[in-house]
């Protein structure tokens, strides 16, 4: 997937400008897909000149223009055409796998402290989550279809975390039993 695929199905509910790109990109597609800010401007500049998206100036007073970003019919039709190809599974880069297949080179301490602090940046993600799906009051039956996809996605991210926290438990506990 490229960045460009992310900023389409950002677009697809309602214009926006690069401005509130970025900032959906901190918060909702960006749980799923980081992009710099500075990246989004300079893909919507490219996309622009693909004709995948179609600008809209606003004037605004005492400050510069705003420019709104709406997919136009060739970008909504790339976007059809991407959602239907098969994808492949993403590779997983995860820094602290790195240290631990290499762990034996430290004390089981060291990496179990790092495995607690990890343990709970995905506690705090998995709260997040968990807040935004009882904002959603999802009860999936009566979700209308543009609320129904990104609630699967909240749902894949909250198996996720989960999952994680369980591997920090099982990992933590695998390290004390190495000290004893």
Same mark, same amino acid.
């Given at each position: ?36 800010? !500075?990246?989004? +401007? $300079?893909?919507?500049?490219?996309? %622009? ?11 605004? /007073?005492? $400050?510069? @223009? ?6 136009? &019919?060739?970008?909504? %039709?790339?976007?059809?055409?991407? #959602?239907? !190809? ?8 995860? &820094? ?8 034996? *080179? ?5 990496? &179990?402290? /790092? ?7 995905? !506690?705090?993600?998995?709260?997040? +989550?968990? =807040? ?8 999936? !039956?009566? *979700?209308?279809?543009? #609320?129904? +996809?990104? +609630? ?13 926290? =369980?591997?920090?438990? &099982?990992? #933590?506990?695998?390290?004390?039993? @190495?000290?004893?």
């Amino acid at each position: 997937m490229s960045i460009a695929h992310a900023i389409l199905v950002s677009l697809v509910t309602c214009p926006q400008s690069g401005y509130d790109l970025a900032k959906k990109f901190d918060g909702s597609v960006g749980f799923f897909w980081k992009a710099t800010h !500075q990246q989004i +401007y $300079r893909e919507l500049t490219k996309l %622009e000149e693909l004709g995948w998206l179609i600008p809209q100036t606003i004037a605004q /007073e005492g $400050r510069p @223009d705003k420019k709104l970003f709406s997919l136009s &019919e060739l970008g909504q %039709e790339n976007l059809k055409k991407w #959602i239907s !190809q098969p994808c492949d599974i993403s590779p997983n880069k995860e &820094e602290i796998l790195v240290k631990i297949y290499a762990g034996y *080179l430290v004390t089981p301490r060291i990496l &179990e402290l /790092e495995i607690s602090r990890h343990q709970q940046l995905h !506690q705090q993600k998995l709260a997040i +989550y968990q =807040e935004i799906e009882r904002q959603m009051n999802a009860k999936v !039956q009566g *979700l209308p279809q543009s #609320i129904k +996809y990104p +609630y699967l996605t909240l749902r894949m991210g909250i198996k996720f975390e989960r999952a994680w926290i =369980e591997w920090c438990d &099982e990992a #933590i506990a695998m390290l004390q039993n @190495d000290q004893t």
